[in-house]
């Protein structure tokens, strides 16, 4: 656990500028929002190094993120986790209901948050331990491929012929030349899990497969595989006996409660609408959410979780409803507000050219696979935006996923011929693009459909 005063873990240490130039690696535009959620994750490092009798009063500012799909709002969250080494997750709001009603409890959000912590502490005590756990695989293998003498009275001799026959096989092992020959270890079944089915009874689940793990017996089946596989396998089963469940457990406890952050998309979708029905719920999904947000204590399998000082990220589109229809009590709880802009023709260039996943490079490096040497001019980015640009106006805007449509349309002939061009190379130019989209594009009702 980490000790007071310090940072759980070693999550990153970066400047709001940092965090901004590496979000604009990945994401155009929409500076508001980046410089907010960077001054936010700044503000969680400030926190753990003041006062401790300031420290508990020091809530995180949550932040709502006003815009419309595909301009975003995920993705934004989503690297900005990756970024600090924090955990994270990602849920719908529109997945929950009230309680007495069918679906799941928002507590889970919490328990997901948990788990996914879980992970990262064992990836981080991992290295600690993988220098002993590999020798110990070693040792273990070396046992199944020099196995000791059984006989009662060993000479000295025998025993000496023993050591020196172990280190050469030890020897031949870590050369890699014993790789392909075939040995027979035990490997540990896990049980199938449980799942009840019942809304609200994830807890009981993990509950109830936890328990019948603890008091049913291990059932081992001896499997045969490589010594390459074999050595991998074993290695993986001393990890797992040299971290200590309670130890890996309070500290994802502690890195969840301190720098967890839970993304919350489409809040919108629970402002309850004017009609009764399905809708019946949406304002209870409000009412139980508020606590978790507010601040409260969560029961999981590892333990109680404070949610006091979980950062909760929201995001909606708005379009039917504002945020000014949510619960007051909620509203209060996301102080910051970053709308997000619809994104223009530039934007959509800049998207197609400058990150460094950019759609253009990742159809490059897929052809490539075939040996197919894809090329994309400056007026084929430049139309493509237009395109992209044009269809969001005159039908559903749904921002940069339109560059995904616009794209796999452009590139479905030469992707299905690519495995046949061999080492074929394919210029995509303004003319090339206009002939395969312009007629799309201009029957507004058929592109309603394909784009």
Do not use: C
Request: aromatic share 6%; no cysteine; glycine share 6%.
């Amino acid at each position: 656990m980490a000790k007071k005063g310090e940072m759980p873990l070693a999550t990153r240490d970066l400047t709001p500028r940092q965090i901004v130039e590496e979000l604009d690696r990945y994401i155009v535009g929409q500076d508001d929002a980046k410089r907010a959620v960077a001054v936010a994750i700044r503000n969680r490092w400030r926190r753990q190094r003041v006062a401790d009798d300031m420290r508990g009063e020091v809530a995180p500012k949550n932040i709502l993120m006003i815009g419309p799909t595909g301009v975003g709002k995920t993705e934004i969250a989503r690297r900005l986790a990756h970024l600090t080494g924090a955990p994270f997750i990602k849920v719908e709001a529109t997945k929950y209901t009230e309680v007495g009603y069918y679906g799941r409890d928002v507590e889970s959000m919490v328990r997901e948050l948990v788990e996914n912590a879980i992970g990262l502490v064992r990836e981080h005590k991992r290295k600690d331990v993988e220098e002993e756990a590999r020798q110990r695989a070693i040792d273990r293998l070396l046992d199944i491929l020099a196995p000791r003498p059984f006989a009662a009275s060993e000479e000295e001799a025998d025993q000496g012929h023993y050591q020196r026959t172990r280190a050469k096989m030890r020897d031949m092992l870590l050369a890699r030349e014993l790789d392909q020959r075939r040995v027979e270890i035990a490997t540990e079944q896990k049980a199938a899990p449980m799942v009840l089915g019942a809304p609200g009874l994830e807890q009981m689940d993990m509950d109830l497969q936890g328990m019948f793990e603890r008091f049913l017996p291990k059932n081992t089946v001896k499997r045969e595989m490589s010594v390459a596989q074999a050595k991998e396998t074993l290695f993986e089963q001393e990890v797992d006996a040299l971290l200590k469940p309670e130890e890996v457990n309070a500290a994802a406890v502690e890195l969840a409660e301190n720098v967890g952050i839970i993304f919350v998309d489409e809040l919108d979708k629970v402002i309850a609408s004017e009609t009764r029905g399905a809708d019946v719920s949406r304002q209870g999904v409000q009412r139980d959410l508020l606590p978790i947000v507010e601040g409260t204590t969560v029961q999981t399998r590892y333990g109680y979780v404070k949610t006091d000082h979980i950062l909760f990220v929201a995001a909606g589109a708005f379009h039917s409803a504002s945020p000014s229809e949510l619960m007051p009590e909620l509203q209060g709880r996301f102080p910051i507000r970053v709308e997000l802009q619809d994104l223009t023709k530039e934007d959509f260039v800049r998207i197609l050219t400058e990150p460094k996943n950019s759609l253009t490079r990742q159809y490059v490096a897929l052809l490539q696979t075939e040996g197919v040497t894809l090329e994309f001019t400056e007026d084929a980015i430049d139309a493509l935006a237009s395109y992209a640009f044009q269809v969001n106006q005159s039908t559903q805007n749904i921002g940069a996923r339109r560059l995904h449509t616009i794209l796999e349309r452009l590139l479905e002939e030469a992707s299905f011929e690519a495995p046949d061009m061999k080492m074929g190379r394919i210029v995509v130019n303004a003319a090339y693009v206009n002939e395969r989209l312009q007629e799309v594009t201009e029957d507004e009702e058929l592109s309603k459909f394909i784009l």
